[in-house]
């Protein structure tokens, strides 16, 4: 059945008129990225139709354009209909609408808490901003897991003009919208492919999928995912996740690529199966990725949240323990506060090293975009460049906010300013020496945000990388100990989290400050070590560690500097009230030689 206006006719008219009220939806919407900036265009540049009884929707490409240059290529998906009200629950009778079953998603813990990498994709170091959702969701508290719609003021339905100039259509949203929702599973389990006027929607299906039951289109009820930014979500049941990404660059997300080599090639157990994808083809044939189908992960959350629990608990023990000073911090006592949290990081680093174990299991050898390579001198040239282009600009922006930075932050910002050069020449020694190691690919953006917690165990998702890089940097092999110095790092974040926010955990005040400070270095480093030791004993002969001691600490304190560098200027744009955990850890990595 056709929608009303569609074909030549309904693709002249949103050409015409949708780019005059695009930059105002898009501006409403959670996971547009380019609100900060100034639009000076928005430009329709295709459109697929999807059809299936009642329902008549579009997936429209919008090419946008910034002042000052630069620009994006949007994925907005829309139901086209009379009355904007009919679409938001899908169409009576249509397949996959039932009642509500409720949340099957575990809640988040607050903001203030999250982990630095937890953020808008692309921006590390910023614990505190919602997380996206990533390979599979948390949900969050208090909700129904139903969209709560645009932010406030932003315009939630476009309009067009229908065939020969007739009634208006209202497109809206057609994420949320059931049977939209249905069909797209549908296509990924039926192999579909969708013309537009431009390019094409390809749907794939991977062994995995085939390997499951059948006709899960037709018994699962979609529900679109809140609380995300970059891109967006949909359950099916408890079974299916859909990742929908809605800025399309050209060529193969690494969400995608790692998820399908380590479900059909590595057989890699702690992270969602691929199942699916979904990917726009447009003119010359350029892939671009647009989603991916994964399998549910039950959890209770992210390793974070777990983190933040523990660490919580710890700090209220010994803020009663008016006896206990950090100088008695080897007493059993203490160690004992710690001890079953420390099991969980050692299982974490073990399935951490599993993970980079996979990424160089033989089946990477035969691929090759996962075949290992060396370090060579262009390589660690051009990771110098980088480094001493990224210490030039953070430290230009430390010196511009120096005076307005929090008291507790100043001395720390003067002693890590007047350290520059030994920065600079810490990543000098480390790069213009052989690195006797293989780079491989990683996960690229790994933190106890990216770590799901089932209860008994943890699983990895969001292979994406940082989004805010070009694609093709994501996809660049590297050493594996850049993950290990995210985390590392991700371990001192969650030490000063709940000194910092106002979480309501931990009771933080004038009198006890100082005690708990030093007891998050305390616990940091415990829990650091555990990790760092267990890993290095599962990764055992890899050939993606050095051969020895010395050049593994070298190379780990290299990505650990490079990462608490990046985490400052997060801190400086964003929250200066936080920026003193960068700092310190600057400070920390460059007295030390051991982590």
């Known amino acids: 059945m056709a929608a009303p206006g569609f074909g030549k006719e309904l693709f002249s008219n949103l050409k015409v008129e949708l780019p005059g009220q695009l930059p105002a939806y898009l501006k409403g919407q959670r996971w547009f990225g380019g609100k900060a900036r100034e639009l000076r265009g928005a430009e329709v540049v295709d459109f697929i139709t999807l059809e299936r009884d009642a329902l008549h929707a579009l997936i429209v490409m919008v090419k946008v354009e910034y002042e000052g240059g630069g620009g994006d290529l949007y994925s907005v998906p829309l139901v086209v209909s009379k009355d904007p009200g009919s679409n938001l629950r899908g169409e009576p009778g249509a397949p996959g609408v039932s009642k509500d079953a409720g949340s099957n998603f575990k809640g988040e813990a607050g903001t203030s808490g999250r982990d630095p990498g937890s953020n808008l994709k692309g921006e590390p170091g910023a614990p505190g901003v919602s997380k996206d959702a990533g390979s599979n969701f948390k949900g969050e508290a208090g909700t129904s897991g139903r969209d709560p719609g645009p932010p406030s003021g932003g315009a939630a339905v476009l309009t067009v003009s229908g065939r020969g100039g007739g009634g208006a259509a209202t497109l809206s949203d057609a994420l949320k919208n059931e049977t939209f929702l249905s069909v797209l599973l549908d296509a990924i389990e039926r192999g579909l492919v969708f013309t537009g006027e431009a390019g094409e929607l390809v749907t794939s299906r991977t062994h995995a999928l085939s390997m499951q039951e059948t006709g899960a289109a037709g018994s699962l009820r979609p529900r679109a995912i809140t609380a995300e930014q970059s891109n967006s979500s949909v359950?099916?049941?408890?079974?299916?996740?859909?990742?929908f990404y809605r800025r399309l660059e050209e060529g193969v997300n690494p969400d995608l690529e790692v998820g399908g080599f380590l479900t059909e090639k590595a057989h890699y157990q702690h992270t969602p199966q691929l199942l699916g994808a979904l990917e726009y083809r447009g003119v010359r044939g350029l892939r671009m990725t647009q989603g991916i189908l994964q399998g549910f992960v039950p959890n209770q959350g992210?390793?974070?949240?777990?983190?933040?629990?523990?660490?919580?608990?710890?700090?209220?023990?010994?803020?009663?323990?008016?006896?206990?000073?950090?100088?008695?911090?080897?007493?059993?006592?203490a160690r004992s506060l710690i001890?079953?949290?420390?099991?969980?990081?050692?299982?974490?680093?073990?399935?951490?090293a599993e993970l980079h174990l996979a990424l160089v299991s033989p089946a990477a050898a035969t691929e090759p975009d996962f075949a290992p390579e060396a370090f060579d001198d262009k390589f660690q040239g051009s990771f110098e460049d980088a480094l001493l282009e990224l210490t030039n600009r953070i430290f230009g922006q430390l010196r511009h906010a120096q005076d307005r930075l929090p008291e507790n932050a100043k001395p720390k910002a003067e002693k890590v300013l007047a350290s520059e050069p030994q920065i600079i020449e810490r990543f000098h020694a480390a790069l213009s020496r052989p690195i006797r190691a293989v780079r491989t690919r990683i996960h690229g953006d790994y933190h106890l945000g990216q770590v799901l917690y089932t209860g008994a165990d943890f699983v990895i998702i969001d292979f994406e990388g940082e989004p805010a890089r070009p694609l093709s940097q994501r996809r660049l092999k590297r050493s594996p100990l850049q993950d290990v110095a995210g985390m590392l790092r991700s371990f001192h974040y969650a030490a000063h989290a709940p000194l910092l926010a106002s979480t309501g955990s931990v009771n933080v005040d004038d009198s006890n400050r100082e005690k708990l400070n030093g007891w998050a270095e305390v616990w940091a480093k415990w829990v650091s070590d555990r990790y760092l030791e267990k890993y290095l004993r599962t990764s055992r002969g890899a050939e993606y560690l050095p051969p020895s001691r010395e050049e593994i600490?070298?190379?780990?304190?290299?990505?650990?500097?490079?990462?608490?560098?990046?985490?400052?200027?997060?801190?400086?744009?964003?929250?200066?009230g936080w920026v003193a955990i960068p700092l310190e850890g600057i400070c920390k990595t460059l007295e030390s030689s051991n982590l």
């Open 235 to 243: 359950a099916y049941g408890d079974r299916l996740i859909l990742k």
């Open 302 to 333: 992210d390793a974070w949240q777990y983190t933040m629990k523990s660490i919580s608990n710890f700090y209220n023990e010994v803020r009663r323990d008016s006896e206990g000073s950090v100088a008695a911090a080897e007493n059993d006592a």
């Open 339 to 352: 001890a079953p949290f420390l099991e969980s990081v050692e299982l974490l680093a073990r399935r951490t």
């Open 553 to 576: 600490m070298a190379l780990l304190q290299l990505h650990v500097l490079e990462k608490a560098v990046y985490e400052l200027g997060y801190e400086l744009n964003n929250r200066p």
